[in-house]
C-alpha cells in the first residue's frame, strides 16, 4: 500500500511519480467508467445499436436497462472532462415516479465512493496549521480547507503571479506538458484558504519554505452519512429549506475566535451541502425543481459558475452536479417562462419505463426481494415459478403506447429482441422515431405506465392477502388483481386506468398461455417437454426438403448446440397439425410460414446457439395444442382427465403431473393445484 503523503513536497513528488492524480470531478467519473481496457460492448437495444458500460453491471443490485439514460450521462461527463460546454451543466433526469432516477444516481455515487476509496484513485486536501503570531484567530490552531481543495490548487496559487507559480514547478522537475496539463484544471483559492494562505505569507515575509511547513496534506474523508465527496439534497417545503443548507451561513462559534471581521473563515460553508463535495465530489439534487424559487435561483448560480458565493466572498468548487424530477413538475416549472434560464443550464435526460419484458424480470426480482418470505404467522411462504413472468408482463405492457403498426404483444416481443411473426425491429424503430417528435414527453416510447413502485405496491397486496397467507404461496395468477388494484388506487386518469386493465387483461392471456406449456412439459414429466417439440418442428421443416432425406424420412443434422450429427424422422402429420393450430391452410400459405422459420433460423443460430423459438409465442401454443391432444387423444383431453377426477386413472394422472410439479418445475403444493385447476378453466383463454 501507498503512504499517504503528509506535506506539500511528498505530495508533489507523488503527482510526479503517478501514484497520486490531479484531476477534476469529470475527469475522475469518466476514468472510472472508461478507464480500463474492454469497459464497453456494443449491445443492440429496439434495433438500434448503443454501448453499454460494464461499471454499471457489478453487484447483486446493479442497474437494469437504462442503456440510453447511461450513453446519456456517460457522453455528458466525457464531454466535460475534455472542456466542453457540459462542465458548465447540470444533469438532469426527468420522468415518472418509479422508473429508477433515484437509484440509478445513487448507484453512481455509490461506485463513486469504492473508486476513490483505492490507494491509486484517492483525493487530498490541506490543513493550515495557524501559529501562535498570528492573534486573530483565537484559539484556533488547524483550519482545514472548507471545500477540501486539492494541494495542488494551492501550488498553483502559492505565489502572486501565474509565471512565478510555473517556474515553481519547473524547477521542481515537471516539464512543459506537465504544467499545462496542471493548468487545464486552474481554479482560484477559496476565500478562507487565499486569506489565510496571506495571512502566513505576511508572517514569514513570503518565504515559501516556512509557508510549506505549515500546511499539512491530509485524505478526504469518503462518508455517504455526512455527505463528503458525494451528497444529497432533498428537495423541501417551503418554510424548511434554506439557501443556507447548500451554501452554509456564519458560524457564531468561530466569530467568539476570530477578531477580523473581513476573515471570509467566519463563515461555515461545511453547514452546506455543496462545500462537502466541492473538491471533485457529486452533488445529488433530488426533485431540484420542487424547490422553492430562490433557492432553484441558488442553484442557478451554483451551476453557472460553479462557485459558492457569500456576502461576496467567493469560494471555486470542482463538482458533477446531477439531479432529478417528476415529469409532472418539470412541465409546470417549464410553463414559468421567468425560470428559463436554469433549464438552459441543464442538460435534460428523459427517463423511460424498462420495456424489455426479460430485463423486467430482474428488476420484479428486485421488487419481491431476495430474502426469504414469510406469512404473517411466520410460515416459509413460497413464490409460484411464473410469479416473476406474470407480474412483467403485466407492468411492461401497460408501458408500451398503442399504435397501428404493431399489436401490444408485438411491440412487447420485439423490444425484448425477440422475433413477431412477420413484423420486424425496423418497425418498432420507426415507432419510436415518430414518438420522439411529441411534444407530450409522456406519449413517447416508454415514458408512460405503471413504475417499479406501482409492482412494489402488487406485490405488497399480493402477500397481504388471506389466500397467500393460507395456502403460504404467492399464486402468479394473483397478481393480476393486485395489479388491477393499484390501478383503481393509484392512476386518477381514466383513460390511463381503461388502458391499463386492457394491458393487464392481454397479460392474463399470455400467462395462461405460458400455463399450457407448464402443464404440458408435468404431462410429460419433462421441463423442457414443449422446447423440445418446438426444435423437432423446426428441424423437421428444415429437412423436409433436404436432398439426402431417405425413404425412412429420417434427416440428419448437426446440432448448433452440442456441434454433435443427430438425426431426427420428418413426421408430416404432426407439421400439418401444427400448421393448422396456426391457421395456416392453403399450401401458399404454410411455404411462407416455413420460409420465415427458416429465415429467423439462419440469423439466430450463427450468433444465438441457444436460440430455442420459444419467444414465438404463437409456434408454442400451437405445438402444445397439438401435442396435448393427440398424446391423450383416448382420455378425451387433459382437461377433461384433470377436472373429472372421478375414475382413478385420471386420479393417477393428476396426481403424477402434481408430484413431477413439484419435484421438478418448482412449485408447491399450493400453486400446483392452483395451476391445474386454472388450466381446467376457460378463463383468460385467448
Known amino acids: 500500500m501507498n503512504e499517504s503523503p503528509k506535506n506539500l513536497d511528498q505530495y508533489l513528488e507523488n503527482v ?42 457489478q453487484g447483486k443490485k446493479h442497474i437494469i436497462g437504462m442503456y440510453d ?9 466525457k464531454d466535460a472532462s475534455e472542456g466542453g460546454s457540459s462542465r458548465e451543466m447540470a444533469f438532469v433526469l426527468v420522468g415518472e415516479p418509479g422508473n429508477g432516477k ?22 487530498y486536501t490541506f490543513r493550515f496549521k495557524i501559529p501562535q503570531e498570528l492573534k486573530s484567530y483565537g484559539k484556533i490552531r488547524e483550519i482545514e480547507s472548507q471545500t477540501f481543495e486539492d494541494p495542488m490548487v494551492l501550488l498553483m496559487n502559492l505565489s502572486e503571479t501565474k509565471g512565478e507559480n510555473k517556474e515553481y514547478f519547473a524547477k521542481l522537475g515537471f516539464d512543459d506538458k506537465q504544467i499545462e496539463k496542471f493548468y487545464e484544471n486552474y481554479r482560484p483559492l477559496g476565500a478562507c484558504s487565499d486569506y489565510i494562505l496571506r495571512d502566513l505569507k505576511n ?7 516556512k509557508i510549506k511547513e505549515l500546511i499539512e496534506v491530509v485524505p478526504v474523508p469518503i462518508s455517504d452519512a455526512m455527505g463528503t465527496v458525494t451528497g444529497k439534497y432533498p428537495a423541501k417545503d417551503k418554510i424548511t429549506s434554506s439557501a443556507v443548507d447548500l451554501l452554509g451561513e456564519e458560524s457564531i462559534q468561530r466569530l467568539l475566535h476570530i477578531t477580523d471581521p473581513g476573515n471570509p473563515y467566519k463563515f461555515d460553508i461545511r453547514r452546506g451541502a455543496l462545500a462537502r463535495v466541492a473538491g471533485g465530489g457529486i452533488h445529488f439534487s433530488d426533485e431540484i425543481f420542487r424547490n422553492k424559487k430562490d433557492l432553484v435561483q441558488v442553484y442557478l448560480g451554483v451551476i453557472q459558475n460553479r462557485t459558492i458565493e457569500i456576502d461576496g466572498f467567493k469560494w471555486p468548487i470542482d463538482t458533477l452536479i446531477i439531479a432529478t424530477s417528476n415529469s409532472t413538475v418539470f412541465n409546470k416549472f417549464l410553463t414559468e417562462e421567468e425560470e428559463a434560464p436554469i433549464v ?14 426479460k430485463l423486467q424480470q430482474e428488476l420484479t426480482r428486485y421488487a419481491i426481494g431476495g430474502r426469504l418470505k414469510t406469512t404473517l404467522t411466520k410460515k416459509n411462504l413460497h413464490e409460484d415459478p411464473n410469479l416473476g413472468y406474470a407480474a412483467s408482463m403485466g407492468v411492461v405492457l401497460s408501458r408500451l403506447p398503442r399504435t397501428d403498426k404493431l399489436t401490444p404483444i408485438e411491440m412487447m416481443k420485439l423490444a425484448a429482441g425477440e422475433t413477431a411473426g412477420e413484423k420486424s425491429i425496423k418497425t418498432l424503430a420507426e415507432v419510436i422515431d415518430s414518438l420522439t417528435y411529441e411534444a407530450d414527453v409522456t406519449k413517447r416510447f416508454g415514458q408512460k405506465g405503471l413504475g417499479q413502485r406501482s409492482l412494489g405496491r402488487a406485490i405488497q397486496k399480493l402477500m397481504e392477502t388471506s389466500e397467500t397467507n393460507e395456502g403460504q404461496c404467492m399464486f402468479a395468477k394473483d397478481i393480476f388483481k393486485a395489479l388491477e388494484q393499484v390501478v383503481l388506487d393509484y392512476v386518477p386518469d381514466q383513460t390511463d386506468r381503461e388502458k391499463y386493465f386492457k394491458d393487464i387483461k392481454i397479460a392474463k392471456g399470455l ?26 418442428y423446426v428441424n423437421m421443416i428444415i429437412g423436409i426438403d433436404a436432398e439426402n432425406l431417405g425413404p425412412d424420412r429420417v434427416w440428419k443434422y448437426k446440432d448448433p448446440q452440442t456441434k454433435e450429427l443427430k438425426a431426427i424422422k420428418i413426421d408430416e402429420k404432426f407439421i400439418n397439425s401444427v400448421e393448422e393450430r396456426l391457421g395456416l391452410r392453403t399450401r401458399e400459405q404454410k411455404d411462407t410460414f416455413r420460409t420465415s422459420i427458416r429465415k429467423i433460423y439462419g440469423q439466430k443460430i450463427s450468433i444465438e446457439p441457444e436460440y430455442d423459438f420459444m419467444d414465438n409465442l404463437e409456434l408454442v401454443k400451437a405445438v402444445t395444442d397439438v401435442k396435448l391432444k ?15 377426477r372421478t375414475n382413478e386413472e385420471n386420479q393417477q394422472l393428476y396426481d403424477r403431473m402434481v408430484k413431477t410439479m413439484l419435484g421438478k418445475l418448482g412449485y408447491c403444493k399450493t400453486c400446483a393445484e392452483k395451476t391445474v385447476e386454472y388450466f381446467c378453466t376457460q378463463e383468460d383463454d385467448t
Open 69 to 77: 439514460e447511461i450513453n446519456s450521462i456517460v457522453s455528458y461527463v
Open 16 to 57: 510526479k511519480s503517478g501514484k497520486t492524480r490531479f484531476e477534476n470531478a469529470f475527469q475522475s467519473v469518466s476514468r472510472m467508467i472508461l478507464g480500463q481496457d474492454d469497459t464497453t460492448e456494443k449491445v443492440t437495444v429496439n434495433g438500434k445499436t448503443t454501448y453499454d458500460f460494464k461499471v454499471f453491471r
Open 344 to 357: 438552459d443550464r441543464c442538460r435534460i435526460c428523459y427517463v423511460g419505463h424498462n420495456t424489455s419484458y
Open 203 to 209: 508572517l514569514t515575509g513570503g518565504d515559501v519554505k
Open 630 to 644: 393427440s398424446d391423450i387423444a383416448g382420455a378425451g383431453s387433459l382437461v377433461g382427465a384433470l377436472a373429472n
Open 511 to 536: 400467462y395462461r398461455e405460458r400455463i399450457m406449456t407448464e402443464i404440458f412439459n408435468a404431462y410429460m414429466d419433462e421441463p423442457y417437454a414443449i422446447k423440445k417439440d418446438v426444435i423437432n
Open 102 to 123: 433515484t437509484f440509478f444516481v445513487d448507484y453512481l455515487c455509490a461506485l463513486y465512493r469504492d473508486f476513490l476509496s483505492q490507494e491509486e484513485n484517492k483525493r
